[in-house]
């Protein structure tokens, strides 16, 4: 392992800096040389981390050092779940609200507030804090975007962890626009962080960076009790099946952690249209696709310009925005009652690119929809250039703030995708709404070797125990939220004393969102417009979205994948592009499906298959 190891360091090195120099100037030979040393020095830690880390698994049981594993069970009950605290010298605290140094502990769910019970998380408190005696320091890698804070090093509740835990998360933000390429970078230079959080593909898929020691299969630590909160939702969630095929590989390990919700979620992003300017032209809220152009082209008539925002990511790829009406889907994946096919080759998928060419020649739509997002795309809907729009709910507060500057009567309205005709069905509408969600964490092999694993694993439990998803959702109460007499959450931080501040805006400083964690989805401050959108939304019928967040590929079937689907989403944007503009003909639709089997997407159809058909079998 030593050695395939010290390989797979230097292959991705070689290919990181081939394709370094095929994308810039030719590198000052100072510049190779160093990298060559880099290299080297790369080489040699692997094989002293590699020692060290036999070192330690020399000294584990047994059990720890098992890592191939056929199922995994959670604990039966409650008695279990206690035993599995168990932590040797240190005592079990007393169950009670601040017995547990200062704080809840409890083997079964107990609302220690005034909640209304609907909106509380049914979890437990088995995390014994602090979770070590003296400080212990870790790192977390994670993408960071934020106008308000700097980093995580900022966020209260990681601030206020610390404090309970006595664990410090030194936090590694790659930079912007550079995750894949500093993710890479750090693995071949064998300088992993603590834990992987977000982390772009790695080449093979989680299970080769299993295999090569990158990340840690964690299912002998889950049985050893050091993950006693997980363990517990995983044995007593309402949906405890979802959870364990959600949280498990195709051979029953748990090799990530992934954030949960526990409402389910609901889904957050999708149409949106102007009931103002419903009023205002005498129309009902559009069912039909039909009644959606009748709408749009009067529109269009009256204000002498486009008035439909449709964008690439929050609309089309994201929320299946009207491409779900003509039962496809671009460059996403379809379950379709247990038959896999790619959205972007299915036969509605021709009829939605004709309705987008139609509605972009005729000056219906925002002819910069491929490109215009974020700031752009909010500046129009608060400019009130959209009559419609695609946008996820987060974003709604703040464009209905600002665009209630101008038009005080602005009123917006989410509508599920709608049918091709009266009564048709509508099986793709916005996201799926399961438990298990996509933001994932993998802890490596750092932790393994340096001694740190125990903390790390109890670290990560945490924050799927009852305080931790409290302290993760809804700030430190008394100082960012607290319960009124109703069960109601009302939210005080001091920085809503500025009328101008929405919610959103600031939401990393006051509460985590997203990471892997206990997640309650209802936990916002939104207008009434978004709540309504949950409704909305939660209603429709998504069951033709394929999660490939939860499915897994092979190593080989991974690597396969990624010899085909670079070229394959490459072309489809390109062609579908060019059907909307006109550039191409329609005319070549049948001629463009060849080309993607050319390229092996029918390959890809048979490898995604496989891997639905084995997550089902979990």
């Known amino acids: 392992m030593k050695v395939l190891r010290k390989l797979m360091c230097l292959l991705i090195a070689c290919v990181l800096l081939l394709t370094a120099c095929g994308t810039s100037s030719p590198q000052p030979a100072a510049t190779t040389a160093a990298t060559a040393a880099a290299t080297t020095t790369a080489a040699t830690t692997a094989d002293a981390a590699e020692e060290a880390k036999e070192e330690t698994v020399a000294e584990t049981t047994t059990a720890q050092a098992t890592t191939t594993v056929t199922a995994v069970e ?28 200062g704080r809840p502990y409890n083997r ?54 610390e404090k309970r835990t006595n664990v410090k998360i030194n936090w590694f933000a790659p930079p912007a626009g550079q995750s894949t390429e500093n993710f890479m970078m750090r693995i071949a230079a064998d300088d992993l962080p603590h834990v992987f959080s977000q982390a772009p593909a790695y080449p093979g898929g989680p299970a080769a960076a299993v295999d090569q020691h990158i990340y840690l299969d964690l299912t002998p630590y889950y049985n050893m009790g050091w993950m006693p909160n997980f363990q517990w939702l995983r044995a007593n969630h309402p949906i405890a099946e ?122 219906i739509i925002d002819p910069d929809f491929f490109t215009k997002e974020g700031a752009d795309f909010d500046a129009s809907i608060a400019n009130h250039e959209f009559m419609a729009f695609d946008s996820w709910y987060g974003n709604i507060g703040q464009v209905s703030l600002t665009g209630r500057l101008t038009e005080p009567a602005m009123q917006l309205r989410p509508l599920p995708n709608p049918a091709r005709e009266p009564g048709a069905p509508v099986r793709i509408s916005s996201q799926n709404n399961g438990i ?15 001694g740190t694993l125990e903390t790390v694993v109890r670290w990560m439990d945490y924050w799927y125990s009852q305080d931790g998803g409290d302290l993760a959702a809804y700030g430190i109460f008394g100082h960012t939220s607290q319960w009124n007499d109703k069960g109601e959450i009302e939210w005080i931080h001091p920085i809503f004393d500025d009328p101008t501040m929405d919610f959103w805006t600031p939401v990393l400083l006051f509460k985590i969102r997203p990471f892997s964690f206990l997640r309650d989805s209802t936990a916002y401050d939104n207008v009434p417009e978004v709540w309504e959108s949950i409704r909305v939304w939660g209603e429709c019928d998504n069951s033709w979205i394929m999660m490939t967040d939860l499915t897994t590929l092979t190593p080989s079937e991974a690597e396969e994948m990624a ?37 092996g997407i029918r390959r890809a159809e048979e490898i995604q298959q496989a891997s639905l058909n084995r997550f089902n079998a979990r």
Request: hydrophobic share 40%; glycine share 8%; net charge negative.
């Open 74 to 101: 959670a604990p039966a009950d409650e008695d279990i779940a206690a035993e599995a605290v168990a932590t040797g010298e240190r005592p079990e605290p007393p169950e009670g609200p601040d017995t547990n140094n």
């Open 108 to 161: 079964t769910p107990v609302a220690y507030d005034n909640r209304d019970v609907t909106r509380y998380l049914h979890g437990v408190n088995l995390t014994i804090l602090p979770i070590v005696e003296d400080a212990v320091q870790i790192e977390i890698w994670r993408p960071f975007s934020s106008t308000v804070i700097s980093s995580f090093d900022e966020s209260e509740p990681f601030i206020e962890a």
């Open 242 to 363: 979802e959870l364990r095929k959600g949280t498990t590989d195709d051979i029953g390990r748990i090799i990530n952690l992934r954030m949960i919700d526990i409402v389910p979620s609901h889904p957050w992003s999708g149409l949106w249209i102007r009931q103002d300017y419903l009023d205002e032209f005498g129309f009902e809220a559009p069912t039909t696709i039909q009644e959606w152009d009748s709408i749009l082209r009067t529109w269009r008539e009256a204000r002498g310009t486009w008035v439909l925002g449709h964008n690439l990511w929050q609309g089309i790829q994201t929320n299946f925005g009207f491409v779900g009406t003509y039962g496809a889907g671009f460059r996403r994946w379809l379950d379709m009652d247990g038959v896999v096919g790619h959205g972007s080759i299915q036969p509605g998928f021709k009829d939605y690119l004709q309705q987008m060419h139609d509605w972009l020649n005729d000056g």
């Open 436 to 450: 298990v969600r996509a933001d994932s964490s993998f802890i490596t092999d750092r932790a393994l070797a340096d």
């Open 563 to 599: 010899g085909i689907i670079v070229d394959v989403d490459t072309h489809i944007l390109e062609q579908s592009l060019a059907f909307i503009t006109g550039s191409r003909p329609l005319s070549d639709y049948d001629l463009y499906v060849a080309e993607l089997e050319g390229m």
